[in-house]
């Protein structure tokens, strides 16, 4: 039986680099059954206590953590806003957390990406991330963050050497834990 994989860009842009990101990981990974999934399929309203209180979590929440439960495996590529998480992610993550509280990620094992249009090589959220997800039920195996995505990246691939066998290389550690667990 193959292994159930979800990937995702963490933004709501329809064009995000982010979402071509994840799938691009995604479709290089071999015997796993990939679901892509895009943000904008399941709108929220903005997390309240109030809502919570009147209406219980939305359903997209449910649903989405739902879909996380039933992986064995997430890429998510993160999108930088201002050096922040993206508003479409922050509000998800908030409802999911009212589910669960801190179990979010139900110990799955994660590729986390981020991909950016800047030059900048550190990315504030990728740090962030990696400090937090674990705390939330994240098993992260493999990180990568790919600089001036519109410059190294084209044609559906990492067109810069260093970059693609840097990207590899993490690739190759997720494809191997799920191979083996």
């Known amino acids: 039986m193959s292994k159930k994989i979800i990937a995702f860009g963490a933004s709501n842009n329809s064009q995000s680099i982010n979402k071509k990101f994840a799938s691009f990981a995604a479709d290089k990974l071999t015997g796993v059954e990939i679901s892509i999934l895009d943000l904008n399929n399941f709108e929220l309203p903005i997390y309240s206590i109030d809502i919570e209180k009147e209406t219980g979590v939305p359903a997209n929440a449910i649903r989405f953590s739902e879909l996380i439960q039933e992986s ?3 890429i998510i590529s ?4 201002n050096g922040l998480y993206t508003s479409v992610f922050k509000n998800l993550w908030d409802w999911m957390s009212r589910i669960h509280t801190r179990e979010i990620w139900y110990d ?3 590729f986390l990406l981020g991909a950016s ?7 504030n959220v990728m740090r962030i991330s990696q400090e937090l ?3 939330f039920g994240a098993k992260i195996i493999a ?5 001036s ?6 044609d559906g691939r990492i067109i810069e ?17 799920l191979t083996e667990n």
């Open 133 to 135: 997800f674990p705390s």
């Open 161 to 177: 050497p260093i970059k693609l066998e840097l990207f590899n290389a993490e690739l190759q550690k997720f494809q191997a834990y």
């Open 108 to 110: 799955k094992a994660m």
């Open 78 to 81: 993160l999108a930088e806003y």
């Open 117 to 123: 249009p800047s030059k900048r090589d550190a990315s």
């Open 149 to 154: 995505f519109n410059h190294f990246f084209n």
């Open 143 to 147: 990180s990568f963050h790919l600089p």
């Open 72 to 74: 064995d495996g997430i």
